[in-house]
Nanobody
Framework: QAHLEESGGGLVQVGDSLRLSCTHS????????VAWFRQAPGLDREFVAV????????TYADSVKGRFTISRDNDRNTVYLQMNNLNPKDTAVYYC???????????????WGQGTQVTVSS
């Protein structure tokens, strides 16, 4: 059983930056990964980025490449999502999730946090 908790969401303006945190209970075990997904009202949950906790390998959705950066601090059991140059299309509830191995679809992830709201105002 893994526990995850997101924090850092809020209301920002177009072009602003925000850093989300995902505190997890996994530690650095085998090949576990932590991913960020987001879900806007009326839309499916969308993959954003994922990082392997041991080796640090990352994968990003095309929509966030060059603007978002996922990173980890294994000493703090925390994964971060640095979001720069935000725009209204980034408005969503952001969730972190964990899985054995890297995957880019929500169905692969068994453990999820409760989510944190990010709103980008124009």
């Amino acid at each position: 059983q893994a526990h995850l908790e997101e924090s850092g969401g809020g209301l920002v303006q177009v072009g602003d930056s925000l850093r989300l945190s995902c505190t997890h209970s996994i530690g650095v075990i085998s090949n576990w990964a932590v991913a960020w997904f987001r879900q806007a009202p009326g839309l499916d949950r969308e993959f954003v980025a994922v990082i392997n906790l041991r080796g640090g390998a990352t994968t990003y959705a095309d929509s966030v490449k060059g603007r978002f950066t996922i990173s980890r601090d294994n000493d703090r059991n925390t994964v971060y999502l640095q979001m720069n140059n935000l725009n209204p299309k980034d408005t969503a509830v952001y969730y972190c999730a964990t899985n054995l191995g890297i995957a880019t679809y929500a169905g692969a992830y068994r453990y999820w946090g409760q989510g944190t709201q990010v709103t980008v105002s124009s």
